[in-house]
């Protein structure tokens, strides 16, 4: 199973936990990522603490390493004509592009997906974003919190009566991000069909679902009640 995405080549321009957790999977399935970063501080993950002695500055943090195991690296600045040209070679190369810049950010810099498929039309083009590519958030900054408070998540948890808890981990982080576009990236990849293998994909971290979603949206649905702490029986387990 470890080679099942052998031959399949990955861009990889995003930075922290949804494109880092995406691209890792498609490497542990075999596919080879490149790591794209800009040529100031790169992922910020790299500085995140804590760190393991004795590793180069750069690359001691043990998030960072864990994210970015089975992949390579590289810096372009796409800000210069330079940067732009050497992403725009890779592209003819590579099968995929992830990113998780926010909306907009790679058309100003001249390397939207319309322009990037003019160098190959058979590339897969997935961003994930916070709040989609268009709506009255898109701008918008916004962290896991946010998004589960958003879509509802954060308020089935903690103690009836009590305020909400944060969870320990990312859930619309992976949930909303980086699972649904690795499940959206591997069909066309997988296609013959030139028309799916040239396909876009977005994602947005706040529409995430928690595990338990599957149990307690049919009851919203049947009841029309949103649930809550207090109403048990759709809780799972």
Request: charged fraction near 20%; aromatic fraction near 8%.
């Amino acid at each position: 199973m470890s080679g099942a995405l052998e031959g399949v080549r990955v861009l990889d321009l995003s930075r922290l936990l949804p494109g880092g957790f995406c691209s890792l999977l498609m490497a542990d399935f075999g596919a080879e990522v490149l790591k794209v970063e800009d040529t100031g501080m790169g992922d910020y993950v790299r500085w995140s603490p804590p760190y393991h002695e004795g590793a180069e500055d750069s690359a001691k943090s043990a998030l960072f390493l864990s994210l970015n195991r089975g992949k390579r690296s590289v810096r372009l600045n796409l800000k210069e004509e330079a940067g732009r040209e050497v992403l725009l070679r890779l592209v003819r190369e590579y099968d995929v592009l992830l990113e998780s810049f926010r909306p907009g950010v790679m058309d100003r810099l001249g390397v939207g997906p319309e322009r990037l498929r003019r160098e190959n039309p058979r590339l897969v083009y997935c961003a994930i974003s916070g709040y989609g590519q268009d709506g009255p958030n898109t701008a918008s900054s916004g962290h896991d919190m946010n998004y589960l408070g958003l879509n509802g998540v954060l308020g089935l948890t903690g103690q009836p009566g009590g305020p909400p808890v944060q969870s320990a981990g990312q859930i619309a982080d992976l949930g909303g991000g980086a699972l649904p576009a690795a499940f959206g990236i591997l069909p066309p990849c997988a296609s013959a069909n030139a028309a799916a293998r040239g396909s876009s994909w977005t994602f947005r971290c706040s529409t995430a679902r928690s595990p338990g979603s599957p149990w307690w949206r049919p009851g919203t649905c049947a009841t029309a009640r949103f649930p809550s702490v207090e109403a048990s029986s759709w809780r799972a387990g």
